[in-house]
């Protein structure tokens, strides 16, 4: 099946420093790729649409300037939290669409802990 | 609007227990339906998926059928192991967008 990683999978970081998390498709090229937060004992919930070689579609209540989307190419997307704070602590979970796939099925990557000093 | 609805845990059964977790939604359209599973400290699996109306998606043991009539996809498994344990996240996609229920976090034990 497709892979899909994330880079870092954790990291600890200061109050108002930025971070940047990687999600690569491995063995696929991903047109889209989805960026979730996922809060303690609770579900996922859909930040962005990441879109190669456009600008990302942030759902409603996310900062478009708090959390950067890059698609720079077909198989990495990075989300960056902009002056971060412990509110934002959270599991950042990305998942990618196998182009063509008449299922529509996501793959997710393993996740990125995200800790605020 | 579109959404779904799992039961609330944790479940906690002995090993060999019959397993239901259930699952039903809310859509506009004709949604996919999927499982997915998630390990301590990990990202989401595909456990099993289902497309259209009566449809029986399976895997590892695990079934659930989508029923159109009863808005739901109900996660059955006939004999659960330790290793099951686990939470489940059951959702819908609809028009390219996913919609997660809240998880139900199974424990099995010995």
């Known amino acids: 099946g497709a892979v899909v990683s994330q880079h870092p999978s954790r990291v600890i970081c200061k109050s108002g420093t930025s971070v940047k998390i990687e999600c690569r498709s491995l063995d696929f090229q991903a047109t889209t790729m989805f960026w979730y937060r996922q809060f303690p004992k609770q579900s996922l919930m859909l930040m962005a649409t990441s879109n190669e070689g456009s600008k990302a579609t942030y759902e409603q209540g996310v900062e478009k300037d708090k959390f950067l989307i890059n698609h720079a190419s077909l198989t990495l997307s990075t989300l960056t939290v902009t002056s971060a704070h412990p509110e934002d602590s959270s599991f950042y979970i990305c998942?990618?669409?196998?182009?063509?796939?008449?299922?529509?099925?996501?793959?997710f990557g393993p996740g990125t802990r995200l800790t605020v000093l | 609007g579109n959404s779904v609805t799992q039961m609330e845990g944790p479940v906690t059964l002995s090993e060999e227990a019959f397993l239901t977790i259930n699952c039903t939604y809310t859509a506009t359209g004709y949604p996919s339906l999927f499982w997915y599973v998630q390990y301590p400290g990990e990202g989401l699996q595909l456990l099993l998926k289902?497309?259209?109306?009566?449809d029986k998606g399976s895997n590892k043991g695990f079934e659930a059928t989508y029923r159109k009539e009863t808005t739901s996809f109900h996660l059955e498994k006939g004999s659960v192991q330790v290793s099951d344990s686990a939470v489940y996240f059951c959702a819908l996609d609809n028009f390219n967008k996913f919609y997660f229920g809240s998880g139900t976090k199974l424990n099995v034990k010995p």
């Open positions: 289902a497309t259209k109306a009566d």
């Open positions: 998942s990618a669409r196998v182009p063509a796939d008449p299922y529509n099925e996501q793959f």
